[in-house]
């Protein structure tokens, strides 16, 4: 076990291991993995209360980085996992690792299930966009046309959009940052870990070894003002690299204005309580190379206060107690209709 | 009129009808009454997959066979001695079942014209000398329900339902039972409509007197009480009996039962049953699909509960992967399978034991699970319990066989008390004998600890990938990895240590044939094997709980016989384990037919072996 600093107080490095880590140089995993251990000192929780759980994938190495309990388990099934744990354990801050194969492919149906239960846990989804640990096929967010070692034509699959999906799937906290951007997503993270319900974070993380620069467009510094729309609760849609272009609702369609025709009061303000128009956001879901598209909106798109399924299972069990009283073993093994024997 | 009464040692029924004419709430009812008065009692429900299969068809047809008697009763019955039939369908579907000179119930409502074309019959058979051999009692029920009925208020629907219960109060004259148990039924039942209390309770009694003062037979039947032994009993199913004993296992081990499932038949009741004892802490997860069950299994107990989950084959199958990751993390996890007639979708109603390979080698890679079968109903309960010691005590999942013939039938059972019960002792970490918690260090029996979240120090990191011997980290290393494929090998076995020695159940210690048998066949093969016995036969019959590891003695109980015959519901399954752990020329009974064995056909095997 490590031990905190001087007042006492757990550190980043308090929560990394002894492991070697194994992700290709210059992967973004590695600004993921640093921001997570960056922000488990300040979510309130003790060491041993958080447990990582992640399935299969590059990005499912991660519960071996963190000194806290941990599982790596199989393909897809790491919500599944944690749907288990916290329904039997709502005590624990729980962290499911997934990637976009792991959650949106093989473990689709876990994913939409665990999200409308709503459990009170952090889905951290790495999306590279690819299969890495498989060696570069296409993945369920691979674009149309993409090339890869299963598609030498290119991809012929329609890609998910995750963030239109988990809200289809009524999600409490869907929200999206990249790994490019640390300090953006040690933001993303700490208000996910806050939120009380299943919190649903996309990080698009580069895999430089087979889909090298698949989200360059939004980190670039050269096109990311142009191309990102970064939302902030309570403001106006503003982007562009002289903050000069803004969102506008026209009748139900999203159009990109000019600042220098409209007022910052005549733009789409953004609301995170708003379900209809966080379902307009995450459809900011156009191709980059497209004339006139969307630029792709980053940060927190909704959050909603529903209860959480552990919650209620355990009010059950309440319930159920005050109306029967505490289980009697006897009583059932007796059940209702007993005769005796007599020797 | 007075009647005499005649008395008979054990008695067979089968109610048959449309499935939905009540006959499993028939059966059922008249089973309770007569444990409750005493008898020694076997069901078999035998009903098929559709809720409302086509009305009159004879795939329609619903039954349910039982057997009650004054001596003791192991089988639903071979052959029948009355056979309720509520239509022609289901009249057809039983007749080759009832015995010569044996009784006929039957609806005669049920023989219309259109029942007839529905059952495949150019001639009215209850007119055409089928009967002959057949003592024939014609009813016109629905006739005599509605009559009774008439200033109910109810519509012909309703009163067309209770139908069942005419039949019901004819039997319990016919076999001189009280009724005030299923009286007391009816009032529980139907609580929220008085009016249908009424009804059932007036038809109920109508079919008791319309026996009573039609002189349709001249003698009433009694079946004493059995001599069982003495103690207190009570009726069960075997499902209902897994699921009291998963609750009993969680109490005595002092970890909450997680029960995490998907609806599939015949398992689905072990769910139901769960759920209404929630004031024991269970928690019942309803999960998206069967591998998400059998995770949230494995994440409940990485939480520390007692996790559980169970299906049938089908399901069984999609849990694979998730299975073998609870073998490589040792985790204690109880897997169910209450099996059925496979193979795919297969028989989803009729019983099979055709997934005993399944439990041993449906994994990828070695790995190896210990597995136990139940023998009957209520035998569940032991069983259950006793796979919820190992998957604690060892830190292993456990596979539980059932099969649908248990899982639905029913039986007397001198039912526990809580303290006789032992109790289950996890092995935990003692942080003075190793400060720096490491999950894979192992005792003597080579179980590891169980350190759950929440453990202070303890934190530590499992996975799928092969690990390092104590350690437990992530290991490619070849020494380590055929090291680990032996502990986890040994690990089972030693379990064998703690498992009492096999006797043989019945009959012979040694001799000429050794009948081996595992599940649901219990019942009849110890029928056959004490007749074969009593005949002057030197048979024995030796029947395992245990399947893997097996219990250590049983190589030299096989060697105390000629020759070994294995009776099972599949094409050899366990046949192949025996031969290929024991090396012996053991030979096989099979029967894939969906039913169980008759005791009959386990006796002339046994017969023609030793003629």
Redesign the interface.
């Known amino acids: 076990m490590k031990t905190a600093d001087q007042n006492g107080q757990l550190t980043a490095k308090d929560f990394s291991t002894d492991q070697d880590v194994r992700w290709c140089p210059g992967c973004g995993d590695y600004s993921i993995l640093k921001q997570v251990q960056s922000i488990m000192p300040e979510i309130g929780r003790k060491k041993e209360d958080i447990v990582f759980i992640s399935g299969i994938g590059c990005s499912s190495r991660f519960p071996y980085y963190m000194d806290t309990y941990g599982m790596h388990s199989i393909h897809g099934r790491a919500t599944a996992i944690a749907s288990g744990l916290k329904s039997s354990r709502p005590d624990l801050s729980v962290w499911v690792i997934t990637g976009d194969g792991d959650a949106l492919s093989i473990g689709g149906n876990h994913l939409i299930h665990m999200l409308r239960r709503n459990f009170d846990l952090n889905v951290l989804l790495f999306n590279n966009e690819i299969y890495g640990l498989t060696k570069g096929q296409y993945s369920p967010t691979s674009p149309e046309g993409k090339v890869t070692k299963s598609t030498p034509i290119g991809s012929i699959d329609h890609p998910f959009n995750p963030l239109k999906l988990c809200l289809g799937a009524d999600a409490t906290f869907v929200a999206r940052t990249m790994d490019r951007d640390p300090k953006h997503q040690r933001e993303i993270l700490l208000k996910g870990s806050q939120h009380v319900g299943t919190s649903m974070i996309e990080i698009y993380q580069n895999c430089n070894v087979f889909n090298d620069g698949a989200f360059e467009i939004f980190t670039d510094k050269q096109s990311k003002a142009e191309e990102t729309l970064m939302l902030e609760d309570g403001q106006p849609l503003v982007f562009g690299a002289e903050n000069d272009k803004g969102i506008r609702l026209d009748g139900g369609q999203p159009t990109i204005v000019s600042l220098n025709d409209y007022s910052k009061d005549d733009l789409w303000i953004h609301n995170e309580k708003d379900k209809f128009k966080a379902q307009l956001l995450t459809s900011f879901f156009d191709n980059p190379s497209v004339e006139g598209h969307l630029p792709r909106p980053f940060g927190v798109f909704y959050i909603e206060d529903r209860y959480r399924y552990e919650d209620a299972m355990a009010e059950q069990l309440e319930f159920a107690k005050e109306q029967k009283g505490e289980g009697d073993l006897d009583a059932i093994l007796r059940g209702r209709n007993v005769w005796k024997v007599e020797a | 009129m007075s009647k005499t009464v005649e008395e008979k040692k054990e008695v067979t029924i089968v109610f048959a009808g449309d499935s939905g004419d009540g006959i499993q709430l028939t059966g059922t009812q008249f089973t ?1 009454t007569n ?4 008898n020694d009692v076997s069901t078999f429900p035998n009903y098929p997959a559709e809720i409302r299969a086509p009305q009159g068809t004879l795939a329609g047809v619903s039954g349910f066979q039982l057997q009650f008697g004054s001596v003791e009763v192991s089988t639903p019955g071979d052959v029948c001695d009355v056979l309720v039939a509520m239509n022609a369908a289901a009249f057809k579907v039983n007749l080759p079942r009832l015995k010569k000179s044996g009784t006929v119930i039957v609806n005669t409502d049920g023989f219309n014209a259109r029942n007839l074309k529905l059952a495949e019959y150019d001639t009215n058979p209850l007119e055409d000398g089928t009967l002959n051999d057949f003592r024939t009692i014609p009813i016109d029920v629905s006739k005599m329900t509605r009559m009774a009925l008439v200033d109910s208020g109810l519509g012909k629907k309703e009163v067309d339902r209770s139908r069942n219960m005419f039949v019901l109060g004819f039997l319990y004259y016919m076999y001189n039972r009280d009724m005030k ?1 299923t009286e007391n039924f009816i009032r529980e039942k139907f609580k929220k409509s008085p009016e249908l209390v009424d009804a059932n309770l007036k038809v109920l009694k109508a079919g008791y007197n319309f026996a009573d003062t039609s002189e349709t037979f001249t003698s009433r039947y009694n079946v004493k ?1 059995a ?10 199913m075997g499902n209902q009996a897994t699921a ?1 004993g998963l ?2 296992a969680s ?1 005595k081990a002092s970890r ?1 039962l ?1 029960y ?1 499932s998907y609806p599939i038949t015949p398992a689905s009741d072990i769910l139901h049953e769960l759920a209404k ?7 019942t ?1 309803q ?3 069967e ?2 069950a059998i ?6 107990s ?4 007692l ?1 559980v989950t169970a299906s049938s084959g089908p399901g069984i199958a999609l849990k694979g ?2 299975i073998g ?1 609870g073998v490589m ?1 040792e985790l204690p996890m109880v897997v169910i399978n209450v099996q059925r007639g496979g193979p795919s979708t297969g028989l989803p109603t009729k019983t099979e034991q055709s997934d005993l390979l399944q439990a041993f080698y449906g994994r990828n890679g070695e790995a190896p699970m210990p597995i136990l079968a139940a023998s009957s109903p209520s035998d569940c309960f032991a069983t259950i319990f006793e796979a919820c010691r190992i998957a604690i005590e060892h830190m292993t999942p456990v596979f539980f066989l059932s099969d649908g013939y248990i899982a639905n039938g029913s039986e007397p059972w001198k ?4 303290a006789d019960l032992r109790a289950i002792q996890s092995r935990d970490w003692n942080p003075d004998e190793n400060a ?1 918690y490491q999950p894979y260090l192992r005792n003597l029996d080579l179980v590891r600890s169980w350190v ?14 092969e690990k390092e011997d104590v350690s437990g ?2 290991s490619y290393d070849p020494d380590n990895h055929e090291k680990m494929v032996n502990i986890r090998r040994e690990k089972v076995e030693k379990i064998a240590n703690t498992i009492p020695l096999q006797e043989v159940n019945h009959g012979a210690e040694s001799g000429d044939v050794l009948m081996l048998s595992w599940g649901s066949t219990y019942g009849v093969v110890k029928t056959a094997v004490k007749e074969a016995y009593d005949k002057g036969i030197q048979v024995g019959h030796v029947h395992l709980r245990h399947l893997s590891p097996f219990p250590k003695n049983l190589a030299d109980l096989i060697s105390k016989f000629k020759k070994v015959i294995i009776p099972e519901m599949n094409q050899g399954q366990l046949l192949k384990i025996i031969r290929a752990e024991f090396l012996i020329d053991a030979q096989g009974l099979n029967k894939v037919k969906g039913i169980p064995f008759t005791a009959e056909e386990i006796l002339n095997r046994i017969e023609k072996e030793v003629g």
């Open positions: 309770n444990a409750l008065f005493g148990a009480a001599q069982l032994k003495s103690g207190e009993y009570r009726n069960i009291l609750i009993a109490k909450d997680f995490g004892h929630k004031n024991f802490g269970v928690k997860f999960a998206e699909d591998i998400a995770c949230t299994v494995i994440g409940a990485f939480g520390g509960q996790g992967e998730a990751l993390l039912f526990p008390k809580s720096e759950t979240p929440g453990t202070p120090g303890g934190e530590h990191r499992i996975g799928g990938l980290d992530v």
